[in-house]
């Protein structure tokens, strides 16, 4: 598992944080009186079911039927019609192994004698395991379903439509990129597939006419074709969400605004903005066409809302239990109810049920959780200001007890394309208990914040996100409750480079640093990700061919003499992501230098840890170093 021995925690024990267990749900039954939930409660996420009353409340809320027992985890959704025709609820499975991401789809009923153990007990539907299929949508009669593939090259992912009653499937759109399938319109003609581009934040989304593509896979420019939202700068376009009548979908989208908000278009290309609340937004549509969902990133925070999908008249806020993220909204078939996760600092993720008739709001499930919640600490928002007077904006968790100095642990997000916002989570949590504070900024690069700060550290400016955390530095010594000399770096995948790049090129600012997954090397990092995803990364972080002498110089194993700071890497040896080499190479030149750095892999994981029992072995580890390095 290691390739060295640390000691144990010696301060308070970690485990009861790292065993609060969350649940989300995954899908309607097709008559509503069913809710798929995904919870960790086997230590991995694997698929419940959750039976409703006649009332649509739970029978029995604090019980869940459990479906599968994976040892990966395993994500699951109903058929919207058994393909069969036998009348039984069907399920949609999709799972890989040891975290290689090599997805393969399956079926299932929902109601085995016992939990399902691996994929030998499933109904095989696409897969060959040296290539990924990742579900896009199924058809509401339920007899196709579309797929997106890379196993054409083993590069390009193409997008695939299967008949389910039949077997037979081809290729109906192909342009030699990188696609996904993103669902069908209700009458089945249209399959909307999202296509990137090779420009940072970027997207395209294609309407394809099923009733016009030939044998051969559809292509840019075909008659089959159509794109929705065209765009000559970059920006992001999200799949339809439609009326039942197919005559016209609402769907996300930024092409010319700084934030994403709501337009509505029709298939023969027409389309305009119908509601904008300022920050970036989502939408969906219920099956019956009685509800439009509008939900926005308010600051990091989720706001909801019903609106007629008619007149666009706000018919009722949806109700959230607390001031944190909501996702996974999903409408009952007959659109009375709307389920969803949500999560805060103070609130573990459970699943809930909004009823639009009632306006009642009912917990569907309450996942265990052995620590006191009383001593949940909520996260203030604070923005500081960076090299060039840019404000940063970032989330900030301080002890509840004691008066300081505290010592600090920054928590860079990964991605870059992404976004630290207002969830639970068990190790902050866990650090802000031991005294430690935790500070979480949304770096320029973040999302969330416009398009003009997402794109703030592409290529050239990879650096000046990296110099961010100078700012943040500066900004400590101004708060009297926070110690400035006793701080560490903690992220994971980009999260992680950030990480290595703060202790190489900032090395009298920061005391330590915990690098989970994370790259060493830019260049060797693209040169060996997975050729599916190397020009995906490429368009952010430059490319091998054009932007090398970049590449090496924001690259942390560049300037490795300068770092001197104790370092804890972890990292799973299947990651296809990240390679194991991006921290092995650095670890053993630290280790040649006489730097104290500790690595530690996990050989059945991928990008990150997804197993219980790989995260109770490994972060009481990183609670321990950054205990002893810190002083706390």
Same mark, same amino acid.
């Given at each position: 598992?290691?390739?060295?021995?640390?000691?144990?925690?010696?301060?308070?024990?970690?485990?009861?944080?790292?065993?609060?267990?969350?649940? &989300?749900?995954?899908?309607?039954?097709?008559?509503?009186?069913?809710?798929?939930?995904?919870?960790?409660?086997?230590? /991995?996420?694997?698929?419940?079911?959750?039976?409703?009353?006649?009332?649509?409340?739970?029978?029995?809320?604090?019980?869940?039927?459990?479906? +599968?027992?994976?040892?990966?985890?395993?994500?699951?959704?109903?058929?919207?019609?058994?393909?069969?025709?036998? *009348?039984?609820?069907?399920?949609?499975?999709?799972?890989?192994?040891?975290?290689?991401?090599?997805?393969?789809?399956? /079926?299932?009923?929902?109601?085995?004698?016992?939990?399902?153990?691996?994929?030998?007990?499933?109904?095989?539907?696409?897969?060959?395991?040296?290539?990924?299929?990742?579900?896009? *949508?199924?058809?509401?009669?339920?007899?196709?379903?579309?797929?997106?593939?890379?196993?054409?090259?083993?590069?390009?992912?193409?997008?695939?439509?299967?008949?389910?009653?039949?077997?037979?499937?081809?290729?109906?759109?192909?342009?030699?990129?990188?696609?996904?399938?993103?669902?069908? !319109?209700?009458?089945?003609?249209?399959?909307?597939?999202?296509?990137? +581009?090779? =420009?940072?934040?970027?997207?395209?989304?294609?309407?394809?006419?099923?009733?016009?593509?030939?044998?051969?896979?559809?292509?840019?420019?075909?008659?089959?074709?159509?794109?929705?939202?065209?765009?000559?700068?970059?920006?992001?376009?999200?799949?339809?969400?439609?009326?039942?009548?197919?005559?016209?979908?609402?769907?996300?989208?930024?092409?010319?605004?700084?934030?994403?908000?709501?337009?509505?278009? @029709?298939?023969?290309?027409?389309?305009?903005?119908?509601?904008?609340?300022?920050?970036?937004?989502?939408?969906?549509?219920?099956?019956?066409?009685?509800?439009?969902?509008?939900?926005?990133?308010?600051?990091?925070? +989720?706001?909801?809302?019903?609106?007629?999908? +008619?007149?666009?008249?706000?018919?009722?806020? %949806?109700?959230?239990?607390?001031?944190?993220?909501?996702? *996974?909204?999903?409408?009952?078939?007959?659109?009375?109810? %709307? #389920?969803?996760?949500?999560?805060?600092?103070?609130?573990?993720?459970?699943?809930?049920?909004?009823?639009?008739?009632?306006?009642?709001?009912?917990?569907?499930?309450?996942?265990?959780?052995?620590?006191?919640?009383?001593?949940?600490?909520?996260?203030?928002?604070? =923005?500081?200001?960076?090299?060039?007077?840019?404000?940063?904006?970032?989330?900030?968790?301080?002890?509840?007890?004691?008066?300081?100095?505290?010592?600090?642990?920054?928590?860079?997000?990964?991605?870059?394309?992404?976004?630290?916002?207002?969830?639970?989570?068990?190790?902050?949590?866990?650090?802000? #208990?031991?005294?430690?504070?935790? %500070?979480?900024?949304?770096?320029?690069? !973040? @999302?969330?914040?416009?398009?003009?700060?997402?794109?703030?550290?592409? %290529?050239?400016?990879?650096?000046?996100?990296?110099?961010?955390?100078?700012?943040?530095?500066?900004?400590?010594?101004?708060?009297?409750?926070?110690?400035?000399?006793?701080?560490?770096?903690?992220?994971?995948?980009?999260?992680?480079?950030?990480?290595?790049?703060?202790?190489?090129?900032?090395?009298?600012?920061?005391?330590?640093?915990?690098?989970?997954?994370?790259?060493?090397?830019?260049?060797?990092?693209?040169?060996? @990700?997975?050729?599916?995803?190397?020009?995906?990364?490429? =368009?952010?972080?430059?490319?091998?061919?054009?932007?090398?002498?970049?590449?090496?110089?924001? &690259?942390?194993?560049?300037?490795?003499? &300068?770092?001197?700071?104790?370092?804890?890497?972890?990292?799973?040896?299947?990651?296809? =992501?990240?390679?194991?080499?991006?921290?092995?190479?650095?670890?053993?030149?630290?280790?040649?230098?006489?730097?104290?750095?500790?690595?530690?892999?996990?050989?059945?994981?991928?990008?990150?840890?997804?197993?219980?029992?790989?995260?109770?072995?490994?972060?009481?580890?990183?609670?321990?170093?950054?205990?002893?390095?810190?002083?706390?």
């Amino acid at each position: 598992m290691t390739d060295a021995t640390f000691p144990p925690a010696t301060a308070a024990d970690i485990r009861p944080y790292l065993e609060i267990r969350t649940a &989300s749900p995954s899908g309607w039954s097709p008559d509503g009186g069913k809710l798929l939930i995904s919870s960790n409660l086997p230590g /991995t996420s694997q698929v419940h079911r959750l039976d409703l009353g006649a009332a649509g409340l739970p029978r029995a809320a604090e019980e869940l039927v459990q479906l +599968t027992d994976f040892e990966e985890p395993i994500g699951a959704g109903y058929l919207p019609a058994d393909p069969t025709g036998q *009348g039984r609820d069907r399920l949609l499975l999709a799972t890989d192994r040891g975290g290689n991401e090599r997805y393969q789809l399956y /079926t299932a009923g929902d109601a085995p004698p016992e939990p399902l153990t691996g994929p030998d007990d499933l109904e095989p539907l696409v897969v060959d395991e040296e290539f990924i299929h990742r579900p896009g *949508g199924v058809t509401r009669d339920g007899t196709r379903i579309a797929y997106a593939t890379n196993r054409g090259d083993g590069v390009a992912f193409d997008s695939w439509v299967r008949d389910l009653t039949t077997g037979v499937e081809r290729a109906v759109y192909a342009s030699g990129g990188w696609t996904g399938p993103g669902g069908f !319109s209700p009458d089945g003609r249209y399959l909307a597939v999202s296509e990137l +581009t090779t =420009r940072p934040g970027d997207n395209k989304v294609l309407l394809v006419d099923l009733e016009v593509v030939g044998d051969a896979p559809s292509a840019p420019g075909d008659d089959a074709v159509h794109e929705l939202a065209p765009h000559e700068d970059p920006a992001s376009v999200g799949t339809p969400s439609w009326l039942p009548d197919s005559s016209a979908f609402f769907f996300a989208t930024d092409v010319g605004r700084e934030y994403s908000g709501i337009a509505k278009g @029709t298939p023969d290309g027409h389309w305009e903005y119908v509601v904008e609340p300022g920050w970036d937004a989502g939408c969906a549509i219920d099956w019956t066409g009685r509800h439009l969902l509008v939900a926005w990133n308010d600051d990091g925070r +989720t706001r909801a809302e019903l609106r007629d999908p +008619t007149t666009l008249e706000v018919t009722a806020e %949806v109700p959230l239990p607390g001031n944190g993220v909501a996702g *996974g909204f999903r409408f009952s078939r007959d659109g009375r109810y %709307v #389920a969803y996760s949500f999560s805060s600092p103070l609130v573990p993720g459970d699943a809930w049920r909004y009823d639009t008739d009632t306006g009642e709001l009912v917990r569907l499930t309450v996942s265990p959780c052995d620590v006191d919640p009383d001593t949940f600490v909520d996260a203030e928002l604070v =923005r500081f200001a960076s090299f060039d007077g840019l404000e940063i904006p970032a989330f900030v968790f301080t002890p509840s007890e004691g008066e300081g100095p505290f010592p600090v642990v920054v928590v860079i997000h990964g991605g870059p394309e992404s976004q630290f916002r207002p969830s639970f989570a068990p190790l902050t949590q866990y650090l802000v #208990a031991e005294g430690f504070a935790v %500070v979480a900024p949304n770096v320029r690069g !973040s @999302t969330g914040y416009g398009r003009t700060y997402q794109q703030l550290d592409d %290529v050239e400016k990879r650096l000046d996100s990296v110099r961010d955390l100078e700012g943040l530095h500066d900004w400590l010594a101004t708060q009297p409750h926070l110690d400035q000399d006793r701080a560490a770096l903690y992220g994971g995948s980009y999260g992680g480079y950030m990480v290595l790049a703060g202790l190489a090129f900032q090395p009298d600012r920061w005391a330590a640093g915990v690098d989970i997954v994370g790259m060493s090397n830019l260049v060797t990092f693209l040169e060996n @990700t997975a050729e599916w995803r190397r020009a995906f990364r490429e =368009r952010e972080y430059g490319s091998l061919e054009h932007d090398r002498e970049l590449l090496e110089a924001a &690259s942390p194993i560049t300037h490795v003499e &300068s770092m001197r700071a104790p370092l804890f890497i972890v990292h799973g040896a299947n990651d296809p =992501r990240v390679p194991l080499g991006e921290a092995e190479q650095i670890h053993e030149i630290l280790t040649e230098r006489g730097i104290r750095s500790e690595l530690r892999v996990y050989h059945d994981e991928g990008h990150g840890l997804a197993k219980l029992a790989n995260r109770i072995d490994c972060y009481p580890r990183v609670a321990a170093f950054l205990h002893e390095v810190l002083h706390a």
